[in-house]
């Protein structure tokens, strides 16, 4: 049975990655909404500038903003306690905070993966862990995890964030499955978007087994996918959390990767790599 849509007027939304991108505009959408939030970034500046917009915009929003470097475990597992005890009425939680790390598996020492897994999986995980059962409490609630094309297939130079944006994919549609069977209040939405405009691309580690000259290449290559306008992207997001979508793919790259891995699962790098190569040295 479909769950009445979400109702975000009066709630209270946990955006991660909000000082931001995406994360910036979903935090504005949903206060636009009627939302209270509790927003989350390392980036002071950042944070501080939303929360002051937030405040000029929708005066009648209440913020609360964290300042955290959620890769750092004990300073974030601090602030989700904070949350957990200071705000019981939260409904909504997207998982919208991500990094990523250029380099093959070979090239990628175990610390930036293990950096990248932190930020990108383990952090939406205790998160979820932390409140969902208030959500639950509360009668109403949607979780949101943002993965990405790269959670549809996994592109070569790609393998520590394919790793994160996959295990969050799987994690989201197993969690789903597990509420939706024993009939709970809450739902999950996983969402996969292609090339967002943002600055991921400029703020991605470079592994230390990267030729720097390759590592600019590949950069300024990836740049050029980002092109779908990151507000728009946020519209897409809080409408698929408000219809309780299951799965939201975002940009024409995303939808088309998407249907080429399920015709064919085991050539379709092949095939897209080569377009995608063509594609860029056009532009």
Do not use: C
């Not at 959500?135 to 609630?141: F, V």
């Not at 990836?222 to 809080?238: N, T």
């Not at 299951?246 to 790599?273: C, E, F, H, Q, V």
């Amino acid at each position: 049975m479909k769950r009445p849509d979400l109702v975000v007027a009066g709630g209270t939304a946990v955006v991660t990655g909000a000082a931001g991108g995406m994360g910036e505009h979903i935090a504005k959408g949903l206060a636009r909404r009627g939302a209270d939030l509790v927003i989350l970034d390392r980036d002071a500046d950042g944070l501080a500038r939303v929360a002051a917009d937030l405040g000029r915009e929708t005066p009648g929003a209440r913020v609360a903003t964290h300042v955290v470097d959620l890769a750092d475990r004990a300073a974030a597992d601090a602030v989700i306690a904070r949350i957990r005890d200071a705000h019981p009425g939260v409904t909504m939680l997207f998982n919208n905070a991500g990094v990523a790390v250029g380099g093959r598996f070979t090239q990628v020492d175990a610390t930036d993966f293990d950096w990248l897994l932190e930020i990108n999986l383990l952090v939406p995980i205790r998160l979820t862990r932390a409140l969902l059962p208030m959500m639950l409490e509360n009668g109403e609630g949607q979780v949101i995890n943002t993965s990405s094309l790269f959670g549809l297939v996994g592109p070569p130079g790609q393998s520590a964030y394919s790793t994160s944006k996959f295990g969050l994919r799987g994690f989201s549609e197993s969690l789903r499955s597990e509420l939706e069977e024993e009939g709970q209040p809450v739902g999950v939405t996983v969402v996969h978007p292609g090339g967002i405009r943002t600055n991921i691309a400029v703020n991605a580690r470079v592994a230390g087994g990267v030729d720097p000259a390759e590592a600019e290449r590949n950069r300024k290559a990836f740049a050029k996918m980002l092109s779908h306008p990151a507000d728009k992207a946020a519209e897409e997001i809080i409408e698929a959390a408000i219809a309780r979508r299951p799965r939201l793919l975002i940009g024409n790259d995303a939808k088309a990767l998407d249907k080429l891995a399920r015709i064919t699962p085991s050539r379709y790098w092949s095939l897209m790599g080569r377009a995608m190569a063509l594609a860029a040295r056009k532009k």
